[in-house]
């Protein structure tokens, strides 16, 4: 069974852009969470959608959105880029939010850098 | 407000030896706990997990403890290979009162000495 795959893999943008990361899980999870890892700082939750719902948001600010379609892949979104938000962005899936489905499965990330 | 805290941000143990990673929670609604494996430049790999109904859960070479009472956790792997160098996080959630979000702890780096 193939992984969680994240596309890009790598990504170089300026001030004031924005950014749209794209997660696939892996084949049967409905769940997928967004994390922030910036260097020194453990892994920040950025927000986890089930079933095309947000189920749980961490504290980012607004510029930072996401959704998940049908299909249960998910896309997060960084409008308004700053310096500060240069970091690897971890998407990981789950089978879903009830007991025995709690383990979640990362994907590789996205190395964002911005300029 | 750290809810799970790993305050060792590093350890070296002898390749063979046993290597002893812990964890404190502070939030006593978690219900379920896991251990995650980093290498540089990749996602985290699971490892292990153990249900606050447990006191301990073992797969292979590694084991991981849970004492309620404490809020405290640990994992331990026996006997440590130089590839289990790693940065290994801690994390826990609340399930069955609530469905929440995984709490990460900052990260313990390990490293396996030959």
């Known amino acids: 069974k193939a992984g969680v795959t994240q596309t890009p893999r790598y990504l170089i943008k300026t001030r004031g852009q924005q950014v749209t990361l794209s997660c696939s899980p892996i084949?049967?999870?409905?769940?997928v969470s967004w994390y922030q890892q910036t260097p020194g700082q453990g892994l920040q939750f950025l927000f986890e959608?089930?079933?095309?719902?947000?189920?749980n948001k961490g504290n980012f600010p607004g510029r930072f959105s996401g959704r998940q379609f049908s299909n249960s892949r998910s896309e997060m979104n960084v409008s308004t880029l700053e310096l500060g938000d240069s970091a690897l962005y971890l998407c990981?899936?789950?089978?879903?939010?009830?007991?025995?489905?709690?383990?979640?499965?990362f994907g590789p990330g996205t190395r964002l850098l911005v300029l | 407000d750290q809810q799970v805290k790993q305050n060792s941000p590093s350890l070296s143990v002898q390749e063979g030896r046993i290597s002893i990673l812990n964890c404190d929670y502070t939030?006593?609604?978690?219900?379920?706990f896991l251990w995650y494996k980093k290498y540089p430049a990749e996602g985290p790999t699971f490892l292990i997990s153990?249900?606050?109904?447990?006191d301990k859960n073992e797969d292979g070479r590694f084991t991981v403890f849970l004492n309620k009472s404490a809020k405290h956790l640990s994992l331990h792997i026996v006997p440590s290979q130089p590839g289990d160098s790693a940065v290994y996080f801690c994390?826990?959630?609340?399930?069955?009162?609530?469905?929440?979000?995984?709490?990460f702890g900052p990260g313990t780096s390990l490293s396996v000495i030959p």
């Open positions: 153990i249900s606050s109904i447990k």
């Open positions: 939030n006593s609604m978690f219900d379920y």
């Open positions: 959608y089930f079933s095309e719902t947000q189920r």
């Open positions: 990981a899936s789950s089978l879903g939010p009830g007991v025995g489905q709690e383990t979640q499965y």
């Open positions: 084949s049967g999870h409905r769940s």
């Open positions: 994390a826990a959630r609340k399930m069955k009162t609530s469905y929440d979000k995984v709490i």
